[in-house]
């Protein structure tokens, strides 16, 4: 028998139909991660003195390697039996889901490499401001998961508990026409809602980060630092949660620590490097070196194409 105060979550998956197209909630709050991440970013480049030229080179290489990566790492760690014989699927079975928030770091960590190198500007500045709102995207990616009744808990007596009606009982669900009737809801079991409590961690790094940069500046004064207080804030959550999820995959049955947890770890322990090295390290004497040097070199560069455009102009004269 349900707890009284438990809450039934039965949220219909698909935000809106536009013909036979289906838009789900899932893939909304991604767009939604993306886009407050994307004014976070801007907000922070223009805070330091960098030109919206930056904001948009980073949102392309970022977003294409948070994408790809989340994509190809869930079909390599969760299902390589499936992705691998026919590596094409990881394309053109994309709506039927999956996306690892360990291949979309992996993928992140390679879009700012690449966005550094374009853009003058040190790895570590780029990892510590992705870092601020990783979490933040991660929280509402999170609400995603939730509302496609994904990545559920075990069962739990706790009032705030959630029977997901959809990933329990979907026959049923589908047969009542939404209505399920209460005989039927009471054998439901009442769950963890796992996404709330990692979206609500999430959040909470979020905030603190932003007061680390904000505040205390420490975006510029101690580089790394932010970076590595979001891999323990992102992965270490994330870690000790599993243990209150249902498995995932069925390969995951037989470990002692699951899929998620295992592949936790490194970033927790990069976390903790990160941290200890900034830490160690004398703190940054000119704030400015770093975005002054970038404009420099976005000067040059434009003076460059100035002169290469006038050039050419003479030519066809």
Known sequence: MSNLLTIVWDWDPTFIMVGELDIRWYGLMWAVGILLAERVISHICKHEGLPQSTVESAFIWIVLGTFIGARVGHCLFYEPETYLPEPWRIITDIRDGGMASHGATIGILLGIWIFVRRNHLPFVWG???I????PLAGAIIRFGNLFNSEIVGKPSDLPWAFQFVRHDAPRAFVEYGGDVPASLLAEIPARHPAQLYEALCYLATFALLMWMY????????????LFGVAMIGIFLTRFFIEFLKERQVEFEEAMTLDMGQWLSL?????GIVMIVRAMRRPV?????????YANSCYAAESKAKENKAKRDAKRRK
Do not use: S, T
């Open 266 to 270: 490194p970033f927790i322990l990069l």
């Open 127 to 129: 990892i510590d401001r």
């Open 131 to 134: 870092g601020i709102v990783a």
């Open 284 to 292: 940054v004497g000119n704030l400015d070196a770093v975005v002054e």
């Open 214 to 225: 904000y505040k205390r500046d420490l975006g510029r004064r101690r580089p790394g630092l």
